[in-house]
């Protein structure tokens, strides 16, 4: 399942690449609308070029004017062949997403919002499932849950290290960097591990923060970055699923 979402991730960050539209933005539908609309009024425009050298040029300027239109239609209708692959490609990422959901809810991972984030139980149990499967997700020496606490701070609410106990510093320095930006984080410790930061949001709020700490002096890819906010999206749709 990761590998699946990693391969459409990638795939949609090409065919973005391909019709001009941001990587580094959340793609919508209103995105893929507003491309097509421009691709359609560049195609308009061309045509009517086109016939308006037709009617009034002639010789040259009237076959220039031909050909150029002609090589603006195909321009458009290569780009509108991108646009809805890429319209397809965000329909499969979000059916994975719903699956890795679905796949959440029958391990158990997620026992509502009450246990997420005010742990009553005392022991964390939902907590240390969503920090145990983010290591099933990326390579890490250690991954935490972490809550946001009243004054700012990220407190660690679960934490797994697949290492010698307390081997890997708890250093907040990018879990606060993400929540200020609200975008996921990927850099280096000052002791030359990658660290990589994930929002659990549901709308515009951040319900808590996934972090993995990789092993020293390895680093976080984009294909890394693709796979823990796909467990971080499908964690959040689960749990409002069971909520």
């Known amino acids: 399942m990761p590998a699946t979402v990693t391969t459409i991730d990638r795939e949609i960050a090409l065919e973005e690449r391909r019709v001009g539209l941001p990587t580094d933005r959340p793609l919508t539908d209103g995105a893929i609308a507003r491309r097509r609309l421009q691709i359609a009024a ?79 139980d005392g022991t964390g149990r939902a907590a240390g499932r969503l920090a145990a499967g983010l290591a099933d997700v990326v390579r890490a020496d250690c991954t935490r849950l972490r809550l946001l606490g009243p004054s700012g701070e990220v407190p660690v609410a679960a934490e797994r290290e697949l290492t010698a106990r307390g081997s890997v510093p708890d250093d907040s320095t990018a879990a606060l960097k993400a929540l200020r930006s609200r975008t996921t984080v990927r850099e280096v410790t000052l002791d030359g591990r990658g660290v990589l930061v994930v929002a659990m949001r549901r709308g515009d709020e951040v319900l808590a923060l996934l972090e993995a700490v990789a092993p020293r002096g390895d680093r976080y890819r984009p294909a890394d970055v693709a796979q823990a906010d796909a467990y971080a999206r499908g964690a959040v749709a689960a749990l409002a699923a069971h909520g």
């Open 42 to 120: 560049v195609l308009g425009a061309s045509g009517f070029v086109a016939l308006f050298a037709v009617i009034v040029a002639g010789g040259l300027v009237r076959v220039a004017a031909i050909l150029l239109a002609l090589w603006f239609a195909a321009y458009a209708v290569e780009k509108d062949h991108h646009l809805r692959r890429l319209a397809a490609l965000r329909g499969d990422s979000m059916r994975i997403t719903l699956a890795v959901a679905n796949e959440l809810m029958c391990s158990g991972a997620l026992a509502g919002d009450r246990e997420l984030l005010d742990l009553r």
